[in-house]
């Protein structure tokens, strides 16, 4: 089937749980608040099985409410120069802080994400360094003084970080009263509306037939008395079926005259050829190839 070109942007539809920016968004609040005699953690900590969309879900709910991000990667964490690491996170927190005060955005945050990979503990062949003690040392610090920081008055940035497993972390840090912990493990009903929205050529009713198929045929991780297929292998399987589809035009067309199809602008509608059969064909084939090890380790979060 040849695919119709078409200029027209199209929008890509993003499902936020409710519950997820329930959470995001409370913290925020809770953050703008100053005439409240609760103690308010700085600090927000969203953990949870890796490719279950934390970071995607957070971005689009702090984007939703109009949050200017200011992030930091849990790979920034470890650096060559001692304390460099340190002034990363300091820096970054800073810069927010003015943004607000110059007016440059209405609401920010500080997002680290992964940041068990940078400065988690991973037994005893692996040790602290100096960049992960002097982290931890600033990340206490803002979140005891966030109105304090290198000896000048800041406003006050709530900061959230990701991450796979909180306990290799510094515990004093993650302790209640400095972070706000929440873990994400999307329930059924869930999982079928974030599928959904990656194959909106989809009934829900067929989404969910998909999920119970895949995770019935296919050997997966568990996750307590669960085994299910994460949110990351359905993005992988659309970004095959992609790669099949967009081959197929080439193949037709030739890949010059693909290229200059491009460059002016128009694109084949890809999501024709997007069906139940095909796409439950094509995930079994693609947790069969191979190509997804990370998915298919039991019992491992």
Request: charged fraction near 20%; glycine fraction near 8%; include cysteine.
């Amino acid at each position: 089937m040849t695919s119709p070109l078409k200029k027209t942007p199209k929008v890509t539809p993003v499902y936020i749980s409710p519950r997820f920016h329930q959470v995001v968004a409370l913290h925020v609040l809770k953050n703008m608040l100053v005439n409240i005699e609760a103690q308010v953690p700085l600090l927000l900590g969203i953990h949870g099985p890796t490719g279950e969309g934390k970071t995607f879900q957070i971005e689009n709910a702090l984007k939703a409410m109009g949050v200017k991000r200011f992030l930091i990667s849990g790979g920034q964490l470890d650096n060559s120069i001692a304390g460099e690491s340190a002034h990363i996170v300091r820096a970054t927190y800073i810069r927010a802080s003015e943004s607000l005060r110059g007016g440059e955005c209405s609401l920010a945050a500080v997002l680290i994400n992964d940041i068990d990979t940078g400065l988690g503990s991973w037994g005893e062949s692996v040790q602290y360094t100096v960049n992960q003690l002097t982290v931890f040392g600033e990340l206490m610090h803002l979140v005891d003084y966030p109105n304090a920081v290198e000896g000048h008055e800041t406003l006050r940035v709530p900061i959230i970080i990701t991450g796979n497993d909180f306990t290799k972390l510094y515990e004093p840090l993650v302790r209640a009263g400095r972070m706000t912990a929440f873990e994400w493990m999307p329930t059924l009903e869930e999982r079928v509306e974030l599928v959904n929205a990656i194959f909106p050529e989809l009934t829900p009713e067929e989404v969910l037939k998909l999920i119970h198929e895949l995770n019935q045929r296919v050997t997966v991780r568990s996750y307590g008395h669960a085994t299910v297929l994460p949110v990351a292998f359905y993005a992988h399987l659309r970004s095959n079926l992609l790669d099949e589809d967009l081959w197929g035009l080439v193949s037709r067309s030739g890949l010059n005259k693909t290229i200059d199809t491009l460059l002016r602008g128009y694109e084949p509608d890809l999501a024709l050829g997007i069906h139940y059969e095909r796409v439950l064909a094509k995930g079994l084939e693609l947790a069969a190839s191979g190509q997804l090890i990370n998915h298919f380790k039991n019992g491992e979060k």
